[in-house]
């Protein structure tokens, strides 16, 4: 883990679902590597960081967790502002949690950006003998809203590490490819400005030089080369 005061970028990552599904834990498992046995309901807002190498670049994660209840619902336009991926967490051992998560994904996608990552995470795998939820079914509505899938356990730290990487790793590639685009884009553009001056200035020549010129013209002059250039 590398130091939180060093990095070369800071994305922000939201956690939502429904309250007592584990997104505390989630986040101080991820940012802390602690699980607390006692953990209350959220009220209001709280994070923490932790900076991971992608791709041999220093990314500081920045996770936000909200509370579940709808009675702190006012905070959510803050909440989501500048996030660039997101947890939608669901208890596997509880059905209303898991059937809540469309409403979830629904506010992310009115209040977040369009493009933020987003994985389903279907938490509490350790209690897999209570599960009411079955791996196929929280597969199909990932399938069908085209976000990742991922079971995780904040109390045995199974796939947390996993869960968290794999969005900023989703994260930082697609950034990465805008910045190439935009990168392309403005170098196409100066390759064209620069030809399309040079075609000007070779269509003013044009209009002065005559027809042909022959070699042994001793009107042509030797072009000397510009010392000031660039």
Not at 62 to 78: H, L
Not at 187 to 207: H, P
Request: net charge positive; charged share 25%; proline share 1%.
């Amino acid at each position: 883990m590398a130091k939180n005061d060093d990095y070369d970028y800071l994305y922000k990552v939201v956690l939502i679902g429904d309250s007592g599904v584990g997104k505390s834990n989630l986040l101080t498992r991820f940012t802390k590597n602690e699980f607390n046995f006692k953990s209350t309901s959220t009220i209001g807002v709280e994070f923490s960081t932790r900076t991971v190498s992608i791709q041999n670049k220093k990314i500081k994660a920045q996770v936000w967790d909200t509370a579940g209840q709808e009675r702190f619902r006012s905070i959510t336009s803050a909440f989501y502002r500048g996030a660039v991926a997101a947890l939608l967490v669901y208890d596997i051992t509880k059905r209303e949690s898991f059937e809540n998560v469309d409403k979830w994904y629904k506010e992310l996608r009115t209040h977040g950006d369009k493009k933020m990552v987003v994985m389903l995470v279907g938490n509490k795998s350790d209690l897999k003998h209570l599960r009411s939820i079955s791996v196929e079914e929280a597969t199909r509505f990932a399938e069908t809203n085209n976000i990742s899938f991922i079971e995780a356990s904040a109390l045995e730290a199974t796939n947390v590490d996993t869960a968290f990487t794999n969005v900023l790793s989703d994260v930082y590639s697609i950034l990465n490819n805008i910045q190439q685009q935009n990168d392309d884009t403005a170098n196409s553009s100066k390759t064209n400005q620069t030809t399309s001056s040079a075609s000007n200035s070779s269509s003013s020549a044009n209009k002065k030089a005559p027809d042909s010129i022959k070699l042994g013209n001793n009107n042509l002059k030797e072009t000397k080369p510009n010392k000031n250039c660039c």
